[in-house]
């Protein structure tokens, strides 16, 4: 089984960009299975049923999205080797900029909206700069100037990355994505893997549930900013 990894900011089109993908890849008769993380709430698991491709989802509530992908990822593995897929493409709902849920030896992808700004992809971090391919979504509605401005910008993060352009409305590009999804290696297990970076470091009293301001109740791992005078 091959497993993909795509992540992205909320609404730069990660789904739309599988759904494409999934299309040309089920034309050869490939079978498809989908892991959908997400934060509060997702109907996504609803648009991959009514496109026939088996769904799991699950919501990380109070925990940080990409710890909630990292420490589920192994059962939704085992679950796509039991139903035999031939590929598995998990979608990372990808909320922190810090973080990157993308593992070692694994195909991994970061979708974009070309509509996020020119800075946006400096502003991604890891979930972008440690991405194989780079799917910039959504270039059909800015100019040609702002799509190559926004591209040099991708590259200036990720500089060994392949970018893809892909609409999610009419599939253009989706067609080379899914080919270079073919290509992803094959594994028979995920234990012992590693991360391609590392989780956020800190650990507090917020993290553990305190709510009250103030430097009192805040102990732990902590970064103080520097007030210039």
Not at 55 to 65: E, F, I, K, N, T
Not at 172 to 198: D, H, N, V, Y
Not at 199 to 221: D, H, K
Request: positive net charge; contains cysteine.
């Amino acid at each position: 089984m091959k497993l993909i990894t795509i992540a992205g900011p909320p609404s730069a089109g990660k789904t739309s960009v599988i759904l494409r993908a999934a299309e040309h890849l089920s034309a050869k008769n490939r079978k498809i299975g989908i892991l959908k993380f997400d934060a509060l709430a997702t109907a996504d698991h609803l648009l991959y049923q009514k496109a026939g491709l088996p769904v799991q989802y699950g919501l990380s509530g109070g925990l940080c999205p990409d710890h909630y992908f990292i420490s589920n990822i192994e059962t939704g593995f085992l679950w796509g080797v039991q139903q035999q897929f031939d590929y598995l493409i998990s979608e990372s709902a990808g909320l922190c900029n810090r973080c990157s849920p993308y593992i070692t030896g694994f195909l991994a992808i970061s979708v974009v909206d070309s509509l996020s700004g020119a800075h946006t992809p400096k502003k991604t971090g890891p979930m972008l700069k440690f991405a194989d391919i780079v799917v910039i979504t959504k270039s059909d509605i800015v100019s040609q100037a702002e799509r190559e401005v926004f591209a040099f910008h991708v590259r200036l993060a990720n500089p060994i990355a392949m970018i893809l352009f892909v609409n999610g409305i009419t599939g253009q590009g989706a067609f080379g994505l899914s080919k270079c999804i073919e290509q992803a290696p094959e594994s028979i297990a995920i234990s012992g893997e590693t991360m391609r970076f590392t989780m956020p470091s800190s650990l507090c009293t917020y993290c553990t549930g305190e709510t009250s301001i103030g430097e009192q109740f805040c102990r732990g791992n902590l970064r103080k900013m520097r007030i210039a005078e």
